[in-house]
């Protein structure tokens, strides 16, 4: 009875030991699977020319939790402005809140996470608040065209028009000399010509001619028999 009583002692002691270590290493195991608000962080970012807050969810346990985002202003809530589900993964699972953040703005993020909503696993918000970059996002401004200024109702009056319309280059506006007839005019040597030919003495003037070398002719020649005679004497 002795020796079974002992047996049975040390195999409580052993089965007391081994059950304290498996509840330990349970709990270890537990508490490491817990959801814990180390696990979620946000950022402030930019989408372009927009900007946006993003809040990763690290749980590996894949506990539900809803985010809420807060803008704060002077340590108070300013606004809400948005609250989101998600479940968290070992890689992380992240979600975006759009908000056109202004540089050094705050904003809080508050993280509710158990399917018990009365009794949640988590309800704290991420250490320190979060805080916008000192830059914002840039934008697409874009220097606009310059527009044409309107023409003015006051304008320059039309010159008036002279009374007698300034001819075109093409149209001469000198009066041509007057002709006596449309028959061209006769050379000079053409008109001595008509003035000679057309005389009616010119018959006349040639008989008297011809009968003065008639004449002189013959005084030559019987002069000139005059004087062989006289020399032959």
């Known amino acids: 009875m002795s020796i079974s009583r002992r047996t049975a002692r040390r195999s409580a002691r052993v089965l007391g030991v081994a059950a304290?270590?498996?509840?330990?290493?349970?709990?270890?195991?537990?508490?490491?699977?817990?959801?814990?608000?180390?696990?979620?962080?946000?950022?402030?970012?930019?989408?372009?020319?927009?900007?946006?807050i993003t809040v990763t969810d690290?749980?590996?346990s894949g506990t539900p939790a809803t985010i809420t985002v807060f803008l704060e202003n002077n340590g108070a809530d300013?606004?809400?402005?948005?609250?989101?589900?998600?479940?968290?993964?070992?890689?992380?699972?992240t979600i975006t809140f759009k908000e056109d953040w202004a540089p050094n703005a705050e904003y809080r993020v508050h993280v509710t996470a158990g399917k018990d909503k009365e009794h949640p696993i988590v309800d704290k918000d991420i250490e320190g608040n979060l805080k916008t970059p000192s830059a914002g996002c840039s934008k697409d401004e874009t220097t606009p065209p310059a527009t044409t200024p309107p023409p003015s109702e006051e304008t320059t009056p039309p010159a008036e028009e002279s009374e007698s319309p300034t001819p075109s280059p093409s149209e001469s506006t000198t009066t041509p000399a007057d002709t006596s007839s449309n028959a061209p005019s006769p050379a000079a040597g053409d008109s001595n010509l008509a003035e000679t030919g057309a005389n009616s003495n010119t018959p006349m003037i040639a008989g008297v001619a011809g009968a003065l070398v008639v004449v002189g002719g013959g005084a030559v020649f019987f002069g000139m028999r005059r004087r062989g005679a006289n020399s032959g004497r």
């Open 20 to 52: 304290a270590t498996t509840a330990l290493a349970l709990g270890v195991a537990g508490n490491a699977l817990a959801c814990n608000i180390s696990e979620f962080s946000a950022e402030a970012k930019c989408d372009g020319t927009n900007g946006v």
């Open 58 to 60: 690290k749980d590996a």
């Open 78 to 93: 300013s606004k809400q402005i948005g609250e989101q589900d998600v479940v968290g993964s070992r890689e992380g699972v």
